[in-house]
C-alpha cells in the first residue's frame, strides 16, 4: 500500500510569483486536506477535498486555491506569493465517511517552501 | 470556537522516565482526538486517537484516554527511549467538520 506523497520536497520562490504543490492520496482513499505549518507552531487547516469539490476551508485568502483530480491526487496553488507564505506544505488523504467528515486523516512528508 | 492546547515544552527527559504530556480541548458537540508525532525534517505521523468518551487510544507503548469531564486528552508512555525524542501534537476533528485543528505542539527530548 503506497502511503502519501507529496512533491516538490523543497522550493525556493521570490515574492510575487506563483507556485503549485502536488500531491498523491493513499491507496482507497478519496478525500485530501492540505496544511501550512510555519515554523515552530501546530499546521493550520487550509481547505479540503471531497469528488474534486471544496469541501470546507480554513481563514486563507483567495489567493490559495486548489484542485482535486479524478485519480484524487491534489494541487494547491498559492498566487502572488509573501514572504509569511514561507512554511512546510502538509497534505493529508483520508476516507470520506459519508456523514460530511473526513475519517482519520494520514500525511505526507510535506514540502518546505521557502519565500525569498 | 474549537481549539486545542498543549503544555508548553521543551520537556527533557532521561531514558526510561515516565512520560505525560498534557492536552486540553474546547469543542462543541463530540470531538475525536488525536495525538501526531512528527520527527526532524518529516511529516506529521499517526500516533494513536479516540473518538469518543472514555475511549483509550494506544499505540507503541504510548496511551491517551478521552475524559469529557475534563475535556482533556493526555499523553502518557510508561517508559520513554531516545528514539522517543520528536514533537508531539494533540489534535481535535470536530463532529461537524472534517478539518483538523492542532495544539502548538510539545517537544520531547529524551537523553541516554
Known amino acids: 500500500e503506497t502511503g502519501v506523497t507529496q512533491s516538490p520536497t523543497h522550493l525556493i520562490k521570490t515574492r510575487g510569483q506563483q507556485v503549485t504543490l502536488r500531491c498523491s492520496s493513499q491507496?482507497?482513499?478519496?478525500?485530501v486536506s492540505w496544511y501550512q505549518q510555519a515554523l515552530g507552531q501546530g499546521p493550520q487547516f487550509i481547505f479540503q477535498?471531497?469528488?474534486?469539490?471544496?469541501?470546507g476551508r480554513g481563514n486563507f485568502p483567495p489567493r490559495f486555491s486548489g484542485l482535486q483530480f479524478p485519480n484524487y491526487s491534489s494541487e494547491l496553488n498559492v498566487n502572488a506569493l509573501e514572504l509569511d507564505d514561507s512554511a512546510l506544505y502538509l497534505c493529508?488523504?483520508?476516507?470520506?465517511?459519508?456523514?460530511?467528515?473526513?475519517?482519520?486523516?494520514?500525511f505526507g512528508p510535506g514540502t518546505r517552501l521557502t519565500v525569498l | 470556537g474549537n481549539s486545542v492546547t498543549q503544555m508548553e515544552g521543551p520537556v527533557t527527559l532521561s531514558e526510561e522516565a515516565f512520560l505525560t504530556i498534557n492536552c486540553t480541548y474546547t469543542a462543541t458537540g463530540y470531538p475525536s482526538l488525536f495525538w501526531y508525532v512528527q520527527y526532524p525534517g518529516e511529516g506529521l505521523q499517526l500516533l494513536l486517537k479516540?473518538?469518543?468518551?472514555?475511549d483509550k487510544g494506544s499505540n507503541k507503548g504510548f496511551e491517551a484516554t478521552y475524559r469529557k469531564e475534563t475535556t482533556s486528552f493526555h499523553l502518557e508512555k510508561g517508559s520513554v527511549q531516545v528514539s522517543d525524542s520528536a514533537v508531539y501534537f494533540c489534535?481535535?476533528?470536530?463532529?461537524?467538520?472534517?478539518?483538523?485543528?492542532f495544539g502548538q505542539g510539545t517537544t520531547l527530548q529524551v537523553k541516554p
Open positions: 489534535a481535535l476533528r470536530s463532529s461537524n467538520t472534517g478539518k483538523l485543528i
Open positions: 477535498y471531497y469528488r474534486e469539490e471544496e469541501n
Open positions: 479516540a473518538t469518543k468518551a472514555d
Open positions: 493529508a488523504s483520508s476516507s470520506h465517511d459519508g456523514g460530511g467528515r473526513a475519517d482519520t486523516q494520514y
Open positions: 491507496s482507497g482513499h478519496n478525500t
